[in-house]
C-alpha cells in the first residue's frame, strides 16, 4: 500500500524551530521528489518545497525560503521539514506528498500533521 | 498571491454539470493537476496529465486544457461532489510548483 506518514506536530511558541517527519511506504523512495505543503486555517494549499531522494536536490518556495530546510534518509524512507523562527502565521496543517515530474501530481498525501505557534 | 488563478466559489444543481477553472501562464506549458478536499481531509488527487483518472476516481469527472486555461468537469454533479477544489502546474521553468486559490464547490 503506497502511503506517506507525517508526524512531529504540536504547540511551538513564536520564534521556536520543529522539525517534521514524512515515513513513505509502498513505493521505491528514490524514484520520486518528496513534497511539503501547508494549509493554513481556512485557506488553501501552500507548496514549501520539495527534495529528491535520488539526489538530495531541494527547493523552496520564495517565501519561506532561509527558514525552511528538507533533508531525507533513503534507508529510512523518511524525509524531514526543519522549521526556524516560527510565527503566528506558520500556523497550519502541514502535509507530505510524493510528487512525479512527469505528469506534475502530488499522490498520495498524508494525513497532515497540525503545527500551531502561539505563546 | 497564487499564480494560478480559481473562481473562490461555484454552484451547482444536483445532477447537472460544472466546469471548474483555472488560469495560469504556466498552464500553456505543463499539464495541470487537480485536487479534491473535503473538510478535515488531505486532498486527493482527482485527474492528471491529458485527462488521466486514478482507477478509484469516477469517470464523471474529466479535465481539459486551452491555451492559459485549465478546466476540471463534472458531469452529473453529486452531493458529495461538495468540496474544495485545487488545480496545480509549474512554474518559473518549471523548478517551482504552486497551487490554485481553490474553487468552493457548492451542490444546490
Known amino acids: 500500500q503506497v502511503q506517506v506518514v507525517e508526524s512531529g506536530g504540536g504547540l511551538v511558541k513564536p520564534g521556536g524551530s520543529l522539525r517534521l517527519s514524512c515515513a513513505a511506504s509502498g513505493f521505491r523512495f528514490s524514484d520520486y521528489y518528496m513534497t511539503w505543503i501547508r494549509q493554513a486555517p481556512g485557506k488553501g494549499l501552500e507548496w514549501i518545497g520539495y527534495i529528491s531522494i535520488d539526489s538530495f536536490h531541494t527547493n523552496y518556495a520564495y517565501s519561506l525560503r532561509g527558514r525552511v530546510s528538507i533533508s531525507g534518509d533513503n534507508a529510512k524512507n523518511s524525509v524531514f521539514l526543519q522549521i526556524n523562527s516560527l510565527t503566528v502565521e506558520d500556523t497550519a496543517v502541514y502535509y507530505c506528498?510524493?510528487?512525479?515530474?512527469?505528469?506534475?501530481?502530488?499522490?498520495?498525501w498524508g494525513q497532515g500533521t497540525q503545527v500551531i505557534v502561539s505563546s | 498571491s497564487s499564480e494560478l488563478t480559481q473562481d473562490p466559489v461555484v454552484s451547482v444543481a444536483l445532477g447537472q454539470t460544472v466546469k471548474i477553472t483555472c488560469r495560469g501562464d504556466s498552464i500553456r506549458n505543463y499539464y495541470a493537476s487537480w485536487y479534491q478536499q473535503k473538510p478535515g481531509q488531505a486532498p486527493l488527487l482527482l485527474i492528471y496529465g491529458n485527462n488521466i483518472r486514478p482507477s478509484e476516481i469516477p469517470d464523471r469527472f474529466s479535465a481539459s486544457r486551452s491555451g492559459d486555461s485549465a478546466s476540471l468537469t463534472i458531469t452529473g454533479a453529486q452531493a458529495e461532489d461538495a468540496a474544495d477544489y485545487y488545480c496545480h502546474s509549474r512554474v518559473n521553468s518549471g523548478n517551482f510548483l504552486v497551487f490554485g486559490g481553490g474553487t468552493k464547490l457548492t451542490v444546490l
Open positions: 506528498a510524493r510528487y512525479t515530474w512527469r505528469d506534475n501530481w502530488f499522490d498520495p
